[in-house]
């Protein structure tokens, strides 16, 4: 049974900074791409960040420069390490296993919400 368990989200002051950690099982993390989701809202749910089992990554436009997703085969965790935050990052943070490039277990999501 593949299991998503976020952790590391809260309530951050603009300009802070957060890292989000995605522990898995039930999934051979050494080779599966994975990626970071958010959804605020009233919108719909954007994808933040992708890193593939070869370690290449892709991040949204919205975010570049300021977010960094990375992951550790030798834990099974992905990582979003999120720099310069603003209100418009407020959301709710979802780590997704993705097979093909295409959504196939989503987390219980974190709350991540920054103050102006």
């Known amino acids: 049974q593949v299991q998503l368990a976020e952790s590391g989200g809260g309530v951050v002051p603009a300009g802070g900074s957060l890292t989000l950690s995605c522990t898995t099982s039930?999934?051979?993390?050494?080779?599966?791409?994975m990626a970071w989701y958010r959804q605020a809202p009233g919108k719909e749910r954007e994808r933040v960040a992708l890193i593939t089992y070869g370690r290449r990554t892709d991040h949204a436009d919205s975010v570049k420069g300021r977010f960094a997703i990375s992951r550790d085969n030798d834990k099974n965790t992905v990582y979003l390490q999120m720099n310069s935050l603003t209100p418009e990052d407020t959301a709710v943070y979802y780590c997704?296993?993705?097979?093909?490039?295409?959504?196939?277990?989503w987390g219980q999501g974190t709350q991540v919400t920054v103050s102006s």
């Open positions: 039930g999934i051979n993390f050494r080779f599966s791409d």
């Open positions: 997704v296993y993705m097979l093909g490039l295409v959504p196939r277990k």
